[in-house]
């Protein structure tokens, strides 16, 4: 099965950054590809490879097979899914780093707004 993420620029979209790192970090197979968000003037060329690639018309997005996953925590689960050793094998600390990577996911609007990456 061929997998294939789509990112923006990893340099300045950390919900991009997220998902290829799991995946990685996974070692989980996956082509990439980058809309280049950041380009001046590429706006609506960027907005309609986006509707193209993905449903909803945002990065990340992850096709596996016929299956498109597009949120980074989507994807994540997916990934651990895949390769359970991503997450700890402890029932009380996997709990604990899902915790915080869901708190991760929703939560910190300023400092994320601020500090986008």
């Known amino acids: 099965m061929t997998n294939r993420l789509i990112i923006g620029p990893k340099n300045y979209s950390s919900w991009s950054l997220r998902p290829?790192?799991?995946?990685?970090?996974?070692?989980?197979?996956?082509?990439?590809?980058?809309?280049?968000?950041?380009?001046?003037g590429y706006g609506s060329q960027a907005i309609a490879m986006?509707?193209?690639?993905t449903p909803n018309g945002t990065v990340?997005?992850?096709?596996?097979?016929?299956?498109?996953?597009?949120?980074?925590?989507?994807?994540?689960?997916?990934?651990?899914?895949?390769?359970p050793e991503l997450w700890p094998q402890d029932p009380t600390a996997r709990a604990i780093a899902r915790a915080v990577t869901a708190e991760m996911h929703s939560g910190f609007a300023a400092l994320r707004r601020d500090l986008p990456m």
């Not at 996953?69 to 895949?82: G, P, T, V, Y």
């Open 20 to 40: 290829w790192l799991v995946l990685r970090w996974g070692g989980i197979a996956f082509s990439c590809i980058q809309v280049p968000l950041d380009q001046p």
């Open 50 to 53: 986006l509707l193209a690639l």
């Open 60 to 83: 990340p997005a992850l096709q596996t097979g016929e299956l498109t996953i597009w949120d980074s925590l989507a994807i994540a689960e997916w990934a651990a899914e895949q390769q």
